[in-house]
């Protein structure tokens, strides 16, 4: 079979790194995770990773008002660290080339992000795992995940979260909740879905940049998106 995408941005939240744990990092997961990121790496495919660090620390909503917001979410992007090292770690031990790059620096732990270094690294095969967000406050890993694909030239963001798509209602609280297939950016935004936030919809529109949203409660989805089969919902500029 033939990849579908060839270069693609993977954001991992960071509650799916925890588990059934609910915090910290679950190892086996973990694992279970990256050997699909080695799966699709030994078939040709470039990957670049964004990841959360919501398993740790949530920004501003962990701050609850109490921590002044951007040192909240300077800790958030902490806690993004943490996970990448992990997931290093779990990738090198695969046998994957990987590197680390953050966008607040500290060399003594990783690369300070670059994007042409960025490329050069996904040209040579290497996994190139992204802390820290943007390195902004007031903006999430969904947003910074957006961007750095449109920085890398992706093909598609796939988003891998705890629910396997986008529904019009919240499916923990409504079982007839319906899952879309597919949306437009426009519809996104239009009905309040907030599957990512705004910030990430709308940047994700204005460059053209299809997201797929789905499941990580299946790494396999992972590979099976890069196949091009149908998994989760695909948000895109039109829908034919």
């Known amino acids: 079979m033939e990849l579908k995408y060839k270069r693609v941005l993977l954001k991992v939240s960071g509650e799916a790194l925890a588990g059934n744990r609910h915090f910290g990092l679950d190892i086996d997961v973990i694992r279970s995770v990256c050997s699909v990121i080695k799966k699709c790496v030994d078939a040709g495919a470039e990957i670049g990773i964004v990841v959360g660090g919501g398993n740790f620390w949530r920004g501003v909503k962990d701050g609850g008002g109490k921590i002044e917001r951007t040192r909240a979410d300077h800790m958030g992007m902490l806690a993004t660290s ?8 779990a990738l090198e031990k695969m046998g994957v080339d990987v590197r680390v790059q953050t966008a607040i620096e500290m060399r003594a732990i990783a690369e300070p992000y670059v994007r042409l270094r960025a490329c050069r690294h996904l040209e040579k095969g290497r996994v190139v795992i992204f802390g820290c967000g943007t390195g902004n406050p007031y903006f999430s890993t969904d947003t910074a995940a957006i961007l750095r694909a449109a920085e890398i ?5 796939l988003l891998a979260k705890n629910v396997d798509g986008v529904y019009d209602s919240d499916p923990a609280k409504n079982p007839d909740a ?16 907030l599957a990512m936030d705004l910030t990430a919809t709308s940047l994700s529109m204005d460059n053209s940049i299809p997201v797929l949203l789905f499941a990580l409660s299946d790494p396999e989805n992972i590979y099976r998106a890069l196949m091009g089969e149908k998994v989760g919902t695909l948000v895109t500029g039109s829908i034919d």
């Open 82 to 89: 943490i996970n990448a090292l992990a997931l290093a770690d």
């Open 153 to 157: 030239d992706a093909d598609i963001v």
């Open 178 to 193: 319906h899952r879309y297939e597919a949306l437009s950016y426009d519809e996104m935004l239009q009905k309040h879905l």
